[in-house]
């Protein structure tokens, strides 16, 4: 499946502002996946493009724009994770939000429960999960071994399933 942006859809290489603008949604979904937090996705979607912006046509001539962009993301995340301690602390009690039942209640989980994997499982899951990638191409974008995939990600099932949040109601 082709995304929207990529040289085979186009026939040509996209300007950065045109991939921006069809890509951009899908960029800040996968980043608040692996942040939890909207306005950390929308820094780190931020930060990606912008040192994908100082080569873009380096990138954009090599045709694996999504890709790049996305090991962009994923790499400008685990630095975050590596150079910066996160001085928030987290409440107890959060806000109540009524927002229509069930869609909000399991992005809340779905969240809870990522947050609880360690970064490299909860990047795995997010790229083979969400961006429907194959265990080769998250390797590839994580820059690991493909039998390192297939372990985080069954680490991180694991730990999914026993962490009660991602139970499916009968």
């Known amino acids: 499946m082709q995304q929207a942006g990529t040289v085979a859809e186009t ?7 045109e991939y921006v603008a069809a ?5 800040w979904r996968t980043a608040w996946l692996l942040t939890g937090d909207a306005h950390r996705a ?3 979607v931020q ?3 912008v040192k ?3 080569r873009w046509d380096t990138i954009a001539a090599d045709g694996s724009v999504d890709g790049y962009v996305r090991r962009a993301l994923v790499t400008t995340y685990t630095d975050w994770w590596r150079r910066r301690w996160n001085g928030e602390e987290p409440t107890e009690v959060l806000p109540e939000v009524e927002v229509g039942g069930t869609d909000l209640d399991v992005r809340q989980d779905v969240l809870a429960a ?3 994997l360690p970064r490299g499982q909860r990047a795995v899951v ?3 999960f ?3 990638l194959t265990e080769p191409q998250t390797a590839a974008v994580l820059g690991i071994s493909t039998g390192t995939v297939k372990s985080q990600t069954a680490r991180a099932l694991r730990a999914l399933r026993e962490s009660g949040l991602m139970e499916e109601e009968s």
């Not at 026939?11 to 502002?17: C, D, R, V």
């Not at 890509?23 to 960029?27: K, M, S």
């Open 114 to 116: 990522l947050a609880r």
């Open 52 to 54: 994908c912006w100082r």
């Open 126 to 128: 997010v790229l083979r």
């Open 23 to 27: 890509r951009g949604r899908a960029l």
């Open 130 to 132: 969400y961006e429907d």
């Open 42 to 44: 929308e820094d780190l």
């Open 47 to 49: 930060t990606a493009l």
């Open 11 to 17: 026939g040509s290489a996209p300007a950065f502002e």
